[in-house]
């Protein structure tokens, strides 16, 4: 893993701390804390970020509500801390 991989885990750990137990995030509000100006560059860096850290057992992956694989997932995905 990148530095950029690393910042990123970083980024999604710290932005779940600061919201509620029961609180998700979108990958890309990763991507712009670690990179406010090119952060769409960074989209699928930010979903290998959330891939790595869902595998860890650390956070979920969910689209519409369900856990997903975010390595097959197509269209947005939130990230959440596992309930």
């Known amino acids: 893993m990148d530095d950029v991989g690393a910042r990123l885990e970083r980024a999604i750990g710290e932005l779940l701390d600061r919201r509620s137990a029961d609180s998700s995030i979108c990958p890309s509000e990763a991507a712009r804390a670690v990179d406010p100006e090119a952060w769409r560059d960074l989209m699928p860096a ?9 595998a860890a ?11 997903v694989d975010v390595h097959g997932a ?10």
């Open 46 to 54: 930010a979903r290998a970020a959330a891939g790595r850290l869902a």
């Open 57 to 67: 057992g650390e956070v979920e992956v969910t689209q519409g509500g369900a856990v």
């Open 74 to 83: 197509r269209g947005p995905v939130r990230v959440r801390r596992p309930s």
